[in-house]
């Protein structure tokens, strides 16, 4: 069972454009939601957290939207440059973390 | 800070064998999870050490197995290999444990034929 459903599995965006990934969760007792960035050859890299109580966070061009209500998060790439080319993964995490299943963004020049 | 470390990068057994793989966390860390990854699967959680003792275990069988050292450092064992044990197998240490911030280190490719 998905712990953490994400959406879409792949997505192509102009440079320049926002890039939208999205994530729904189930359990209620999730507390913290990261975003990864991972690429090819690489480790996950941590870009961006949110907890439950807040329901917006920004660091530069990368936006978390949290929707405790809907169990729904999505990261926002404003903005967006080739160099943002990458796997996002979003997890959900309690007493252990839970991934999504990626989204392999290509942002074209 | 150095980052997590882990050894080897790549590694290629035979079905039957066992393999050991070893992560050293970010200096001062005191949790690592242990992850492994898969184009089918995803990201998917094998377990957690704090200070030694493991606090959590995911759906993995028995053949999965770890554990962690006094200076934090930990090692991940897998008896008995299947085909379907190939992937990057990443470890990821936070300074707690519980819903933190975790840092994966570059992981250890296994391929199994």
């Known amino acids: 069972q998905q712990q953490v459903k994400q959406s879409p599995q792949s997505l192509i965006v102009q440079k320049g454009g926002i890039s939208i990934i999205n994530c729904a969760y189930e359990?209620?007792?999730?507390?913290?939601f990261p975003w990864y960035q991972q690429f090819p050859g690489k480790g996950p890299a941590l870009l961006i957290a949110?907890?439950?109580?807040?329901s917006e966070k920004k660091e530069g061009r990368f936006t978390i939207s949290f929707n405790k209500s809907a169990k729904q998060f999505s990261l926002h790439i404003m903005d967006s440059q080739p160099g943002d080319s990458a796997t996002y993964f979003c997890a959900a995490t309690g007493n252990q973390f839970y991934f999504g299943t990626g989204t392999s963004l290509t942002v074209i020049p | 800070k150095a980052g997590v470390t882990q050894t080897p990068r790549y590694l290629i057994k035979t079905r039957g064998q066992q393999v050991t793989l070893s992560c050293s966390p970010i200096?001062?860390?005191?949790?690592v999870s242990w992850y492994q990854q898969t184009p089918g699967q995803g990201l998917q959680f094998l377990f957690e050490?704090?200070?030694?003792?493991?606090?959590n275990k995911g759906n993995f069988p028995g053949r999965f197995s770890g554990r962690q050292f006094s200076n934090s450092r930990s090692e991940m064992n897998v008896s008995t290999l299947e085909l379907g044990d190939s992937a990057l197998y990443l470890c990821?240490?936070?300074?707690?444990?519980?819903?933190?911030?975790?840092?994966f280190g570059p992981g250890t490719r296994l391929t199994v034929t």
């Open positions: 949110i907890r439950p109580d807040v």
């Open positions: 990821a240490s936070s300074d707690r444990t519980g819903p933190y911030e975790q840092y």
């Open positions: 200096s001062g860390h005191r949790s």
């Open positions: 050490y704090f200070s030694e003792t493991q606090r």
């Open positions: 359990n209620t007792a999730f507390d913290y």
